[in-house]
């Protein structure tokens, strides 16, 4: 069994900047898609980002495309969320996730979810 653990939320001025790191332990997903999910005060989780298990192929929500960089170290069995040029809209709950095929990431390919870290923007 996996666990994964966020660190790194906070609260920033709109237009700041955060990074935020999740660390897998337990059981390595190097050959697993790794991403990250967001969900603000009455809705719905949503995707934010995802990296397959090599690196190379990233994917991101529409909203944070230019704003935001997923990267991974297998070495280290971690995946960070770099966050740039923040908005009050990105004001949620930040889960770091685990998927179960090598490339794509969902919600319904989710294997592992860490416990969440808050990220505030004011404006």
């Known amino acids: 069994q996996v666990q994964l653990v966020e660190s790194g939320g906070g609260s920033v001025q709109a237009g700041g900047s955060l990074r935020l790191s999740c660390a897998a332990s337990?059981?390595?997903?190097?050959?697993?898609?790794m991403g990250w999910f967001r969900q603000a005060p009455g809705k719905e989780r949503e995707f934010v980002a995802s990296?397959?298990?090599?690196?190379?192929?990233?994917r991101y929500r529409d909203s944070v495309e230019g704003r935001f960089t997923i990267s991974r170290d297998n070495a280290k069995n971690t995946v960070t969320l770099q966050m740039s040029s923040l908005e009050p809209e990105d004001t949620a709950v930040y889960y770091c996730?685990?998927?179960?095929?090598?490339?794509?990431?969902?919600?319904?390919?989710?294997?592992?979810w860490g416990q969440g870290t808050q990220v505030t923007v004011s404006s």
């Open positions: 337990g059981r390595t997903l190097s050959n697993n898609a």
């Open positions: 990296v397959d298990w090599k690196g190379g192929n990233k």
């Open positions: 996730a685990g998927g179960r095929h090598s490339v794509a990431l969902s919600r319904d390919t989710v294997q592992a």
